[in-house]
């Protein structure tokens, strides 16, 4: 990897600060700046793809034309067995457009009800573009299987950590340290595979 992309600031294609702090503090060994999309006055992409990999490749395209710099971008969310894979790319805003991290796991919950498969993952889908039109971004995907809780446990994380039990150590994500968190989580699996992809390229 070039030493004058290194020295250069990133941009991470979201404003959600806790993912910024994520992406910062496993992007460290590389010794480049995160700034969240949100610094800059621009609006959001519409993520209007179909899968998680195509909107993660519209969010760096659209940080890369509206900032001029290196782009990551993710798409993750939450697939639920019983509910055929819901809510899928639309976790976020599970609930509404303008709903809340609380709002969308209540719902979720609501759904729940009376379903015995509990089984579900987090999934993430990172993408790596250098410019706007980089024909060849690096996209690293990884999953991280749990199953549902019934009552929120926890104040760590965000999102639906509270209600997703880790199945190799039986507590909901959100009870876990920052360091546990990121060792084995989909983000933090699928950043490391973006790290080793990196070290590779001479870009």
Not at 18 to 41: C, R, T, V
């Amino acid at each position: 990897m070039s030493k004058q992309l290194l020295e250069k600031s990133w941009v991470l294609a979201s404003g959600n600060k806790g993912k910024l702090k994520e992406f910062s503090d496993l992007l460290s060994p590389l010794n480049i700046q995160m700034i969240a999309q949100s610094e800059y006055n621009f609006e959001e992409a519409i993520e209007d793809g179909l899968s998680f990999v195509e909107n993660a490749i519209i969010k760096a395209r659209h940080a890369c034309k509206h900032t001029g710099l290196p782009s990551i971008a993710d798409d993750s969310g939450i697939e639920v067995d019983a509910l055929n894979g819901e809510p899928g790319i639309y976790s976020a805003r599970y609930a509404g457009e303008n709903a809340n991290d609380k709002d969308n796991l209540n719902l979720l919950l609501k759904n729940m009800q009376g379903k015995t498969n509990r089984a579900a993952r987090f999934v993430c889908v990172i993408a790596f573009m250098r410019f706007e039109l980089d024909p060849m971004p690096i996209i690293c995907q990884a999953t991280w299987e749990g199953t549902l809780l019934e009552a929120p446990i926890g104040e760590g994380g965000f999102g639906y950590d509270p209600i997703f039990e880790v199945n190799d150590l039986k507590k909901s994500s959100a009870l876990l340290s920052k360091e546990e968190k990121n060792a084995i989580s989909h983000r933090g699996q699928a950043i490391k595979l973006l790290l080793d992809r990196l070290k590779t390229m001479d870009i």
